[in-house]
């Protein structure tokens, strides 16, 4: 069965951290790239940032410098670090595969590809 699963959501103070995980299970890994969405209340679904299979790694200009996304194939995990939170961040994020393993280098793809794959979601509050 295909599951991604994310955790390490929750409520911070602004200026905080959090470190969110993607964990894998169901196919390979190891050839899939992988993105962060989130989505607030009443707004669109954003794409945040996107890792190939190879490690390369992209971001959104609004989370740049202060976002770190990380794949650790041994463990079919994807990492999310977040620091420096903001109010605006506030969203439930959610995790994504696609079985195009360079698609993080596409930009008009970047955000907008198949991702084949996607998990529950994992709630991000950050108060003021």
């Known amino acids: 069965e295909v599951q991604l699963v994310e955790s390490g959501g929750g409520l911070v103070q602004t200026g905080g951290s959090l470190r969110l995980s993607c964990a894998a299970s169901g196919f390979n890994f190891d050839d899939y790239a992988v993105g962060w969405f989130r989505q607030a209340p009443g707004k669109e679904r954003e794409g945040v940032s996107c890792i190939n299979s190879d490690g390369s790694t992209y971001y959104a200009d609004s989370v740049k410098g202060r976002f770190t996304i990380s794949r650790d194939n041994a463990k079919n995990t994807v990492y999310l670090q977040s620091n420096n939170l903001e109010p605006e961040d506030t969203a439930v994020y959610y995790c994504?595969?696609?079985?195009?393993?360079?698609?993080?280098?596409?930009?008009?793809?970047?955000?907008?590809?198949?991702?084949?794959?996607w998990g529950q979601g994992t709630r991000v509050t950050v108060s003021s």
């Open positions: 994504a595969a696609d079985r195009n393993k360079w698609i993080c280098s596409i930009p008009y793809l970047r955000w907008l590809g198949t991702y084949n794959y």
